[in-house]
């Protein structure tokens, strides 16, 4: 398990590598809009909207190990292809690279939830998160540190940089076990692969699958404006540089290893799933709401505009910490051993869908209303996910009181 974690905090940091250098490489060094800026991280995530599901099912039928070697590997390349590039189509061509080989992202669940008891599967992948969030301290730090180097674009050497993780999680994972019940093979190669993808589609079919996809959706759906957004907040209103903007992200991931690292499990443990998915989500919509005041200049001295954007900025961080691990847990459980990996695909594949859409948007909203606008719909939808949950927890009393369940 701990290299498995340590495969997921290597392969996060060439993602998180972007954030600080995207402004000032793509509006401020090529010119482009916004609205350019954050169709180039959803062009990523629509990648791995697409990949999600595909590696998913791969991993049941062939193995966990070789899919995510495959990917890790795949990731390095896309990792140099980008470092190496000085022009905007071949950033998104190495953009969706990377995000096809991100979709291992529902294969690492797979293995986890393998491995781990159900009652254990929360605290785990609240390591998983933490893992992630580590990442997320070290590639944005790098990112911003490494931008002034070299006489290249800003994402030059940290992508470089990024590319040595990759190898080095690459090789890691050679060294995993396999975990996948793998399938049997009685039908043709041709048949099974057509048979496979229509089933893997059908899966949405199921309520208890379509909750989930629909609850990722949502919740990256609002989270994507954190993604996108924050980062020119910071460089409009408090002028942050490309090198500031990554200590900034640094705190965000360290905000995210506190909760799911050391906090999550014996929440879980003590209120159960649903009560911090609940208390997540209410906590990223208030944080929304907040940032989106920013716009309103209710300071005017730079010191208090700071301590205003720390603060509302840990309410969205541990809101979503909170949220994300223990909905990944939660969804865990209703899969079989052989669906594992299809399950888990398409519901971080709705994930993923979810950022595309919130990436997508999130350019021109910034663009029309600044973080009013951008983050005040992350808040609508965080609030309608709230919804969902209350109404699906309503559900599922009413049939364990019918059923006599307890």
Not at 3 to 31: E, H, M, R, W, Y
Not at 50 to 56: K, M, R, T
Not at 159 to 173: M, N
Request: charged share 10%; with cysteine; net charge positive.
């Amino acid at each position: 398990m701990a290299s498995l974690l340590i495969i997921v905090f290597v392969n996060f940091i060439g993602i998180g590598a972007l954030i600080p250098v995207l402004p000032f490489t793509v509006v401020d060094q090529f010119g482009y809009s916004a609205t350019v800026m954050t169709a180039l991280l959803a062009s990523f995530s629509l990648a791995m909207f697409i990949a999600n599901p595909v590696l998913g099912r791969l991993s049941d039928r062939y193995g966990r190990k070789p899919i995510l070697v495959s990917a890790l590997a795949v990731n390095m390349a896309a990792h140099i292809w980008f470092a190496l590039s000085d022009d905007i189509v071949s950033l998104f061509i190495a953009r969706i690279l990377a995000g096809l080989a991100a979709g291992n992202i529902g294969v690492i669940q797979a293995i986890i939830t393998d491995s781990s008891s159900p009652d254990s599967r929360a605290k785990i992948m609240g390591m998983l998160g933490a893992a992630i969030g580590a990442g997320f301290v070290l590639g944005p730090a790098l990112g911003g540190v490494l931008s002034s180097f070299g006489t290249g674009p800003a994402h030059q050497v940290p992508f470089l940089v990024a590319a040595g993780f990759a190898a080095f999680a690459c090789l890691l994972a050679t060294r995993l076990r396999e975990t996948a019940a793998i399938e049997p093979s009685s039908h043709p190669e041709g048949a099974t692969a057509s048979a496979s993808k229509s089933r893997q589609w059908q899966l949405l079919l199921r309520p208890s699958v379509l909750v989930f996809a629909v609850a990722f959706f949502c919740l990256n759906l609002s989270f994507a404006q954190v993604e996108a957004t924050h980062v020119l907040l910071l460089r409009d209103l408090l002028s942050f540089d490309a090198v500031k903007t990554g200590w900034f992200f640094a705190y965000i991931g360290v905000m995210i290893i506190i909760v799911q690292g050391g906090l999550i499990g014996r929440l879980v443990a003590r209120y159960g799933e649903r009560t911090i998915i609940l208390c997540g989500i209410g906590l990223l919509c208030v944080g929304q709401i907040l940032t989106a005041t920013l716009a309103s200049s209710l300071f005017s001295d730079a010191a208090g505009l700071l301590a205003y954007v720390v603060g509302v900025t840990a309410l969205i961080c541990v809101g979503f910490a909170l949220t994300n691990p223990t909905l990944s847990a939660a969804s865990s459980h209703i899969a079989s051993e052989t669906e594992r990996g299809s399950v888990l695909g398409v519901v971080q594949g709705c994930g993923s869908l979810g950022q595309v859409f919130g990436l997508t948007l999130a350019g021109p909203f910034y663009h029309l209303g600044g973080g009013t606008m951008s983050f005040g719909f992350g808040a609508l939808i965080a609030a309608i996910l709230l919804v969902l949950i209350v109404v699906n927890a309503s559900i599922m009393r009413s049939k364990q009181a019918r059923t006599g369940a307890f």
